[in-house]
């Protein structure tokens, strides 16, 4: 018998009951309109979108296709919240609102993890226990701020940009607005927001989260819609500043779009993130990292640590353990808290990555996939694991966004370093050893934006998050970022 069906035949007696989260805990409404001035529009004023869950591929509620018009009103509401009210509040006034919204996101988590776990397709463990804390925890951080600004290091008295206008993608869509609106209220600005045209839901209920805690009117604005709806925010003349987070392409485009007029910009873009291990590496946390840092969210993760570094003198057996390790994944239901892997969030991402998945097999890497049984409906992809992966392939150039991980070896720090940093992205790496020194040299010389030490997909408000070179720039998170929201 093969080592794999050894491995399947063994776990094939490992039987887990289904744990259903509730759907009905998400008490959906058919139709939402936008929010813009404190309330909600009529649906049937706007063309629809529908948005599916990715699981079953059924509709879950149609939302409007925010139109330039939409996007004009937006942004004037927001100028008047920001000219009349928002920007002459004190910042103890502002944290109160942000320690409201943070409570009542803590009040109504577990409705908040069903819808995103519904609307994106991510496993309830991970929007339960990661994605929604994380979202109040980033509230709670800044409303700390909003009063302290001072002492922030960007001067004595320093001043909000105005008017954000702020773009945010489908794999993180409470927390992305969290780490968007969060930082840019606590220093005294006004938002528009425009979440993913496949994962509209969350920011809706966040917006019905804004109504309960007071927010001023006009104070955020939630636009949904595709495209042509961020495009039309980033062109709108009222902005005075961009914030986004996507493809490299789009973000691209928005930099060529800013680039002749005032408004400030910061982007967060994609990456092709180096997790590295020595030899001297404790074996079992480091298998568990690379399995969080490749199958954490499908490996819908910017930061995902997609290239594994393995050191040669023990690649076989890290590959060895890591092949057993993820024929364990469960994947299918994402609202079965057994549940590891959940769907790939729209048709659109899994033929992408069909088609790198295609090119790697066709470049001559060996490819393992897990043997589990994949539903019928909805969209999936079995975890999947590339090993020999040589460094001109495209599966180790190219961002796959999804549960492909591609193995590469090194004998010497020196080489690791010079094969982590043979790449246009420069978002996240990840370095496992035993010895401090090792891990502070390579470290230091790895161009990136987050390093890891013995852990990966570390998310904290304290801490800064943000990229260098094709990944984006600007930092979120922590003091570091208020500077994209005020004047310094
Ligand atoms: P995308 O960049 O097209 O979408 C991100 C956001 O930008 C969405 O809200 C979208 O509606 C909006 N948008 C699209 N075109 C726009 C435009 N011209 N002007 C303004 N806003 C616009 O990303 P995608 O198509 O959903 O995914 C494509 C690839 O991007 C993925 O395969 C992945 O590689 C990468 N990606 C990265 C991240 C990240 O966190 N860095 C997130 C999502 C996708
Ligand atoms: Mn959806």
Request: glycine share 10%.
């Amino acid at each position: 018998m093969t080592d794999q069906g050894l491995v399947s035949s063994q776990l094939g007696s490992l039987h887990y009951e289904p744990a259903l989260e509730s759907s009905s805990l998400a008490r959906l409404k058919p139709s939402y309109g936008l929010f813009i001035d404190g309330s909600f529009s009529d649906p049937g004023q706007h063309e629809n979108l529908v948005t599916l869950n990715p699981a079953t591929g059924e509709t879950l509620a149609t939302v409007a296709q925010g139109s330039v018009d939409d996007v004009d009103r937006a942004v004037k509401a927001a100028r008047r919240a920001y000219e009349n009210v928002w920007g002459k509040m004190s910042g103890a006034q502002r944290s109160k609102y942000l320690f409201r919204i943070a409570r009542i996101i803590q009040e109504r988590a577990r409705e908040l993890a069903v819808v995103e776990t519904l609307d994106n397709g991510k496993p309830i463990r991970e929007s339960r226990d990661i994605d929604i804390p994380l979202a109040a925890a980033y509230f709670f951080y800044y409303a700390g701020w909003a009063d302290k600004l001072e002492h922030a290091g960007f001067g004595p008295d320093p001043q909000p940009v105005g008017v954000a206008g702020q773009i945010i993608p489908w794999n993180f869509p409470l927390l992305m607005a969290a780490w968007k609106l969060a930082p840019a209220l606590a220093a005294g600005n006004t938002c528009v927001l425009k979440p993913a045209e496949t994962t509209p839901l969350s920011a809706l209920i966040l917006a019905e989260i804004l109504q309960q805690a007071g927010l001023p009117e006009g104070v955020v604005n939630i636009v949904t819609g595709d495209g042509s709806t961020g495009s039309a925010l980033v062109e709108h003349p009222g902005v005075d500043k961009i914030a986004f987070t996507g493809s490299t392409d789009v973000g691209r485009l928005i930099q060529q779009r800013v680039a002749s007029t005032p408004k400030r910009l910061t982007l967060e873009l994609g990456g092709k993130g180096a997790n590295i291990v020595f030899e001297d590496a404790p074996i079992d946390e480091m298998i568990e990292g690379i399995i969080d840092g490749i199958f954490f969210n499908q490996g819908h993760v910017c930061c995902a640590g997609s290239r594994l570094l393995v050191q040669e003198s023990v690649a076989e057996e890290v590959l060895r353990r890591l092949v057993r390790r993820v024929e364990q994944l469960r994947v299918g239901d994402p609202l079965d808290k057994n549940t590891d892997v959940g769907a790939i969030n729209s048709a659109e991402q899994l033929s992408r990555i069909e088609e790198l998945v295609a090119v790697g097999e066709g470049e001559g890497a060996t490819r393992y996939s897990s043997s589990c049984a994949l539903p019928s409906k909805g969209f999936w992809f079995a975890p999947t694991v590339f090993s020999n992966v040589a460094q001109s392939h495209r599966i180790a150039r190219d961002e796959i966004f999804g549960p492909v991980l591609s193995v590469l070896t090194f004998r010497t720090p020196e080489e690791v370093v010079a094969k982590a940093n043979n790449t246009k992205y420069g978002l996240a790496c990840g370095v496992w050893s035993e010895k401090g020194s090792r891990t502070l040299w390579v470290a230091e010389r790895l161009r990136a934006g987050v390093i890891w030490a013995n852990t990966y997909n570390r998310f904290d408000p304290t801490s800064p998050f943000g990229g260098m070179r094709e990944s984006g720039f600007g930092r979120e998170g922590g003091r570091h970022g208020l500077e994209a929201y005020l004047n310094v």
